[in-house]
């Protein structure tokens, strides 16, 4: 049975029995596990093959790997093992099989796809940060393993906490819906590599400033504005706290060190390898994490949305590794390389198995020809 035949609870386990919710269709649900069966393959591939390159290449210093498989080791285990569980859910809910799979393993695989998925926002924000300060200050001090391993787990602590911390206060109702700063925070998190990447390389030095002071000018607007109750303060200043601690530090930390440390000399500076790449994942990321961030500020959605934003989101799993090992030239020859090198090892196995590899064929009058010129 169709869980779309039957719009009980047991059978839509996403409250899509709820009045003016249009309920997802068989192909349509059908079409979602299609997808989750592709992200499983093609993201895990994809990301193995991107952590492949980083752990493997001889030029990259090792505090920047470090950094690196923090961003796709994450992305591989959502790929391999949350998405496998939400295929699973899917196949449930179009079988209207309550007993498929438990709500203890959901709710632990949810538990780890916040911590990983928030681990990978962290690696992302810090790597932006180190690539502009490796811009901004070229000749200071390289950073170290040790160092880098600490501000990496911190990073990390720092996000999910935070995450942490906002979801509890929106359960306990502490916060309003109208203002959810759990997506506003992803908002930021998507955001603010790229913007951090593109300030660095921008010829000018007036709009780091300029970022800066509007950002500080909103800050203070929000602390002073006046009240329109006394309750209404009390949680503005929540929301300000919540906002500045999970968008607006790290930001205003970047531009800090942005204005701090003016390229000597020849003010454009070239894009390496590493930082292209960077940017192409930091636009993917951001390309499919913007819209399922605003998606969320919503409110109110029907469930077939739901389903299509969370896929929408969940292509940035596949895409970001793709994009960052084709716009990197190196990894990209070295991947291309491989797979010739894989289709000639086949070619030639599949070629000595072959029972007639060795013999000539009496049908074909070339091969034949050359036989008999070569006999005496």
């Known amino acids: 049975m169709n869980a779309t035949d039957d719009p009980t609870p047991e059978c839509n386990p996403l ?4 009045p003016n919710y249009w309920h997802p269709s068989k192909a349509f649900m059908w079409a979602a596990i299609v997808h989750c069966c592709c992200v499983i393959v ?9 952590l492949w390159c980083v752990a493997t290449c001889a030029v990259t210093r090792r505090p920047v790997k470090v950094l690196l498989l923090a961003i796709f080791m994450p992305a591989m285990l959502i790929c391999l093992v949350v998405y496998s569980t939400i295929a699973e859910g899917l196949v449930a809910l179009l079988t209207c099989d309550s007993n498929r799979i438990s709500r203890t393993v959901i709710i632990i695989v949810w538990t780890v796809y916040l911590i990983l998925e928030q681990i990978e926002r962290a690696s992302m924000a810090f790597v932006a940060v180190i690539r502009a300060v490796s811009v901004w200050a070229p000749h200071r001090q390289k950073l170290g393993l040790r160092p880098a391993v600490m501000a990496m787990t ?8 935070i995450h942490v911390g906002m979801m509890v206060k929106l359960m306990e109702g502490k916060l309003g819906h109208s ?3 759990s997506y506003v925070f992803s908002i930021f998190n998507t955001a603010m590599p790229m913007v951090i990447t593109v300030l660095s390389f921008l010829n000018t030095t007036a709009i780091s400033p300029l970022v800066l002071s509007v950002m500080i000018v ?5 602390v002073f504005a006046a009240p329109a109750a006394g309750q209404e303060h009390t949680m503005d200043n929540q929301r300000l706290w919540y906002f500045t601690a999970t968008g607006c530090l790290p930001t205003i930390f970047a531009l800090a060190i942005r204005s701090l440390y003016q390229p000597q000399g020849q003010e454009a500076t070239t894009m390496d390898q590493t930082t292209r790449a960077m940017l192409a994942l930091f636009i993917s990321n951001m390309v499919f ?3 399922y961030s605003i998606f969320r500020l919503m409110g109110q959605y ?7 934003v969370h896929f929408w989101f969940g292509n940035h799993f596949v895409v970001d590794s793709l994009a960052f090992v084709w716009f990197n030239t190196c990894y990209r020859r070295r991947v291309i390389l491989w797979m010739k090198g894989m289709t000639q090892t086949l070619a030639s196995l599949v070629t000595s198995l072959s029972p007639q590899g060795n013999s000539v064929s009496p ?3 070339i091969q034949l020809s050359e036989h008999r010129q070569e006999t005496p």
């Open 42 to 50: 093609i993201g895990t591939l994809c990301n193995a093959v991107a």
């Open 218 to 222: 909103i800050i203070q607007y929000s």
């Open 363 to 365: 049908r074909d009058p």
């Open 302 to 308: 029907p469930v077939h949305m739901y389903i299509a």
């Open 15 to 18: 409250n899509s029995s709820e």
């Open 154 to 161: 911190l990073t990390s602590l720092y996000f999910i906490i």
């Open 179 to 181: 203002w959810n700063l």
């Open 289 to 291: 994490g913007l819209p």
